[in-house]
Nanobody, 124 residues
C-alpha cells in the first residue's frame, strides 16, 4: 500500500501562486507515475498533471499548460504542483494520485492510490 498526504492548499487571489506537495509513504516503489487531479463542486474529477518516476515524461491538461508545473523529488518521496497565474476557475479540491506502472495515464481509474485532497480557492 501507498499512503499519500497532500498539503499546500489555501485561499489566494487571482493571479497569485500556490505550491502543492504530496508526500508518499509505504510501498513508495509503487509510484511509477504520480499525478494531480482536481474536482470542483458539481463537476467530475479532472486530470491536471502527471509525471513519471524519472521525470522524463510530464503531461498537463490544456487549461493549465504554461501556468502549472509538476515535479518530484524521489529522495523525499514527494511530488509537487507549482501553480502560477491562478484563475477563479482553478478553484477545486486537488488530489494526489499514484500508480505503479510507469506509463502515462490521464484517467482517474488508472490510479491505484489517492490522497485525501486539499482545497484550493482562487478569489476574483
Amino acid at each position: 500500500q501507498v499512503q499519500l498526504v497532500e498539503s499546500g492548499g489555501g485561499l489566494v487571489q487571482a493571479g497569485g501562486s500556490l505550491r502543492l506537495s504530496c508526500a508518499a509513504s509505504g510501498r513508495t516503489f509503487s509510484t511509477g507515475l504520480m499525478g494531480w487531479f482536481r474536482q470542483a463542486p458539481g463537476k467530475e474529477r479532472e486530470f491536471v498533471a502527471a509525471i513519471t518516476y524519472g521525470g522524463g515524461s510530464r503531461n498537463y491538461v490544456d487549461s493549465v499548460k504554461g501556468r502549472f508545473t509538476i515535479s518530484r523529488d524521489n529522495a523525499k518521496n514527494t511530488v509537487y504542483l507549482q501553480m502560477n497565474s491562478l484563475k477563479p476557475e482553478d478553484t477545486a479540491v486537488y488530489y494526489c494520485a499514484a500508480r505503479s506502472p510507469y506509463d502515462m495515464v490521464v484517467a482517474a481509474t488508472g490510479y491505484s492510490y489517492w490522497g485525501q485532497g486539499t482545497q484550493v480557492t482562487v478569489s476574483s
